[in-house]
């Protein structure tokens, strides 16, 4: 059962409100249920969204967390006037400060993706989004030399989500490529990586965990055999040792903590945020 209902009001996506707003509530210890209400840039929809914050609080007994970045006043108005659960306006706490202290206004823009038509940074976004999918699991060499990071490592050990990540967030070429027994056998890092050997990244991961989540694809699989995970582990690990690759272990690390750690290792020349 949830203990809370929280909202996520925007005007635009709704990206920056749910994202802070996790941020904050990850710090208790509860289970909200989460209602997004993106793109209410009117004041018809602002109306429609009090009306089902307020009915929540009746319900419930409890009154709605809620986090916006409206930036359309007159919507705005609205749910200030008329909400009855907690509103946290994460402009006004942030925006209308940093106007006063810098003596400027603000774009007061909706959303961060409004204009990304426009946007050349966007569009490098999406090159490299498509280099990562063009380039997973070692599907292509081609072009390597345009890659910003290589991820290396045995299969499952979290290469693929942290290129997608790195494209997504960062706008970086990421491609990953998988070390095989073929590999361990000859002792080497595959012939294609050799030339870029200060993008390569290591992933690994413990031997017990990697299995875990191989069984979920392949159940009683040699792939997914613990004492076969603990020999690929090894190899990969010996082999980046030899090779002068830099490697973390993924088994106890989000996502974010992995790329943040690669990006300061790797330190891109291209960051896009």
Request: proline content about 5%.
């Amino acid at each position: 059962m949830h203990t809370r209902t929280v909202f996520f009001i925007s005007d635009g996506t709704g990206i920056t409100a749910e994202t802070f707003g996790n941020a904050i509530l990850a710090q208790f210890e509860m289970k909200p249920r989460h209602v997004r209400l993106p793109f209410v840039d009117s004041v018809d929809k602002a109306h429609q969204a009090v009306r089902q914050i307020n009915h929540t609080g009746e319900i419930e007994g409890k009154k709605p967390i809620v986090f916006t970045t409206l930036v359309n006043m007159e919507v705005l108005a609205v749910i200030r006037a008329n909400c009855q659960g907690m509103l946290l306006d994460m402009f006004a706490t942030f925006v209308n400060p940093l106007e006063e202290e810098l003596g400027m206004k603000s774009h007061h823009r909706v959303g961060r993706f409004s204009d990304a038509s426009k946007s050349g940074e966007y569009h490098d976004r999406i090159e490299a989004i498509n280099f990562s999918l063009s380039h997973d699991d070692g599907q292509s060499n081609r072009d390597l030399q345009a890659a910003d990071v290589i991820l290396v490592g045995v299969s499952r050990s979290g290469k693929t989500p942290t290129s997608l990540y790195l494209a997504m967030q960062y706008g970086l070429k990421a491609a990953n490529y998988p070390l095989i027994p073929e590999d361990f056998e000859r002792r080497q890092l595959p012939p294609a990586l050799v030339p870029h050997r200060n993008k390569l990244f290591g992933l690994t991961i413990q031997p017990e965990r990697l299995s875990e989540i191989r069984n979920e694809r392949r159940p009683n699989s040699h792939y997914a055999s613990l004492q076969n995970c603990r020999t690929e582990v090894s190899e990969a690990e010996a082999m980046m040792r030899r090779s002068g690759v830099r490697w973390l272990s993924s088994t106890h690390k989000s996502i974010e903590e992995i790329a943040t750690t690669i990006l300061q290792e790797i330190r891109p020349e291209r960051l896009v945020y």
